[in-house]
């Protein structure tokens, strides 16, 4: 993610006020890399300020949503208004849908908020097409191939179709991911691709093999320092042994998980995270 850094520098050093959007990308593949997020809030504030400075509402817009994701993790809403909810190309195309999508998605799965991550992802889906930045694409496959998992689980009881419905979308975006990490970087996608085949091996209920892919992904995501994905992978594999019947295993990986969130500096997740932790205990 260096290389957006660069560029920026670059750009400021041509004078090229857009040198913003660079910044912008920057801070957001900073977010989703697991960089201490207060040091993320403080760079995504300051490219704000440089963006109302250049009257560049455009980037300034663009960030918003995962700046708001930001600072709800570290226990903040102080996110200021956007200048408007949508932007349109000269063509009228919405450019930042998928983005809003992605935000929103990914905050829903961060705070086990289920109907808001499933609209949010249907959403996502709708537009995935229009989803251009690389980073945003990336990631918005690994969360919204875990949403699609979750949704796939609480709707198997009461509606086989959505479930199947959710599952292909999931295995979809697992097979992007296991492309990526084949071809482009197994220290990037290899831990990604761990905790999307263990979510899909909970939902077939082949749940030895899905023991085996969680401590697989938090690993890997130890080995290659994504501390926030560690956190993310624990919490799942919490989840996992809890909805199977195993109550006192969970208690380890939820703990792992909330000091892996603290380290992240996501505070206010690790708060809501030990309402799960306190469940995992009784």
């Known amino acids: 993610i260096e290389c957006y850094l660069d560029a920026y520098k670059a750009h400021m050093k041509s004078g090229n006020t857009y040198a913003v959007a660079s910044s912008s990308v920057y801070n957001n593949c900073c977010l989703w890399s697991g960089k ?3 040091a993320v809030v403080a760079s995504m504030k300051d490219t704000m300020k440089e963006s109302k400075y250049h009257k560049n509402f455009v980037v300034l817009t663009l960030m918003l949503p995962m ?3 930001a600072l709800r993790l570290i226990g903040q809403s102080d996110a200021p208004a956007p200048q408007q909810d949508n932007l349109t190309n000269a063509s009228g195309k919405t450019l930042n849908e998928g983005g809003n999508a992605f935000a929103k998605l990914s905050e829903a799965l961060l705070f086990r908020e289920l109907n808001e991550a499933e609209d949010a ?35 198997n009881d ?18 992007k991911i ?18 999307l085949q263990a979510e899909e091996q909970f939902c077939s209920r082949n749940f030895e093999r899905a023991e085996t ?70």
């Open 178 to 195: 296991e492309k990526l990490s084949v071809s482009a970087s197994t220290w990037n996608f290899e831990n990604k691709l761990y905790l």
């Open 213 to 282: 892919l969680y401590d697989a992904s938090i690993l890997s995501s130890k080995m290659h320092k994504f501390v926030n994905e560690e956190a993310l992978a624990n919490e799942l594999a919490g989840h996992f042994y809890l909805e199977t019947g195993r109550r006192n295993k969970s208690v380890h990986y939820f703990s792992r998980a909330v000091d892996k969130y603290n380290e992240w500096g996501a505070i206010a997740k690790a708060s809501s995270l030990t309402e799960c932790l306190d469940e995992s205990e009784r």
């Open 36 to 38: 201490e997020l207060n």
């Open 67 to 69: 700046f708001r994701v």
């Open 158 to 175: 009461s509606n086989r179709k959505e479930s199947n419905k959710w599952i292909k979308r999931g295995v979809e975006c697992k097979d």
């Open 121 to 155: 992802a249907e959403k996502y889906f709708s537009v995935d097409r229009l989803v251009g930045l690389p980073p945003v694409m990336f990631f918005g496959k690994f969360y919204s191939g875990l949403v699609s998992f979750w949704v796939a689980r609480e709707t």
